[in-house]
């Protein structure tokens, strides 16, 4: 069967099965490559840029060597039409996922560097912090640009588009109008990147809540709480209102605990005591410590201690410690220290009635 005897149907068919098979054939062994580079490196970027880029890759690459053939094809005016729409509208989307896979690498490699569970991690939450934010401002571009780009591609649509810029500023204020909260939120996101008021894992007490920076959004902020219930906050909230961040500067922070004793207590004694407990504690980080009274009343003393450590959750399970121990030393040991309650009585003598 001589060539100039098959379909033009079946002949298109199989160019484009040819150009399909060498773009996968391309793929995999740069693939294969890659891989093989990777398992030989120390570091984890290698294995991050495969797992991001190989989807986005091989679809691509089946992209453009379909683009490349479309012009040898046997297509009439109707079908290469349709040809050229299809490409018009995969072709930016592919584009799009694969800024978008860049764009996801960048952020894994950066969160892969910046290590939140180091003891000295203030460094690393700021870089996470800002490559979170930067991510997702990234994100929404390419998105929007990718869309826009497919809709281009549509000659109805870009004759309808140029009509449309006249009026663009119309509906740019209704829009504006519309969603000035989203849109608030969202510079809020935009402005937090910069100033940093908080950052991924920061201690934070928001609403009489205490807990952890989880996740920062363009509009809104995850804290995730001490008992694991999840607090969403808009982040213009964080903006405009008073909050606690324990770790703005440090993890470290000082702790205290409160006793009430007899007005009798041995005051160097339980001091003495106090200290022996909270230096035998290994979640101390022996940075400072002290016991004070800090009030007097007349039925109880009010006794304050004071001790440090590397964090919020080590120094909240010290003071459990150094209070049950204290608490057990005055019972065994001290049990004068426990407040009494004192009543006089007084005995008078009846006197007789005069007759």
Not at 11 to 34: C, E, P, Q, R, S
Not at 68 to 86: D, F, K, Q, V, Y
Not at 260 to 288: Q, S, T
């Amino acid at each position: 069967m001589q060539a100039s005897n098959i379909p033009v149907w079946v002949a298109d068919g199989l160019v484009i099965v040819i150009a399909v098979a060498l773009a996968l054939t391309i793929h995999w062994i740069v693939l294969k490559l890659g891989r093989r580079w990777a398992k030989r490196s120390r570091t984890p970027v290698d294995d991050m840029m495969i797992a991001r880029l190989s989807g986005p890759a091989r679809w691509l690459l089946i992209a453009f060597a379909l683009a490349a053939i479309g012009p040898n094809l046997h297509l009439s005016g109707e079908a290469a039409t349709i040809w050229a729409r299809i490409a018009g509208l995969l072709v930016p989307a592919l584009i799009g996922w694969m800024l978008i896979a860049l764009l996801g690498l960048g952020y894994d490699v950066v969160r892969a560097r910046a290590d939140i569970t180091a003891a000295d991690n203030l460094r690393a939450r700021s870089m996470q912090t800002r490559a979170n934010i930067f991510y997702r401002i990234g994100l929404f571009i390419i998105l929007v640009a990718t869309f826009c780009l497919m809709l281009m591609s549509i000659p109805a649509v870009r004759d309808v588009g140029v009509t449309l810029i006249a009026s663009a500023g119309l509906a740019a204020l209704a829009v504006g109008a519309a969603a000035q909260p989203a849109l608030k939120n969202l510079i809020g996101g935009l402005q937090m990147a910069f100033t940093e008021p908080i950052r991924i894992d920061d201690v934070v007490i928001m609403d009489n809540e205490w807990g952890r920076i989880e996740e920062i959004r363009l509009t809104y902020v995850v804290v995730k709480l001490w008992d694991e219930r999840r607090l969403v906050v808009p982040v213009s909230k964080f903006l405009e209102q008073s909050f606690q961040n324990w770790t703005r500067e440090t993890s470290q922070i000082l702790g205290s605990v409160f006793w009430y004793v007899d007005p009798a207590c041995d005051m160097a004694r339980l001091r003495a005591k106090v200290h022996e407990v909270i230096e035998a504690n290994g979640k101390w980080d022996r940075r400072f410590r002290n016991m004070q009274v800090t009030d007097s009343k007349a039925e109880a003393i009010e006794v304050r201690a004071l001790m440090t450590a590397k964090d919020a959750s080590t120094a909240f399970d010290l003071r459990c410690d150094v209070r049950e121990a204290v608490l057990q030393f005055l019972r065994e040991e001290m049990p004068e220290a426990i407040v009494r309650q004192r009543t006089l009585f007084e005995m008078v003598e009846a006197r007789q009635p005069v007759m």
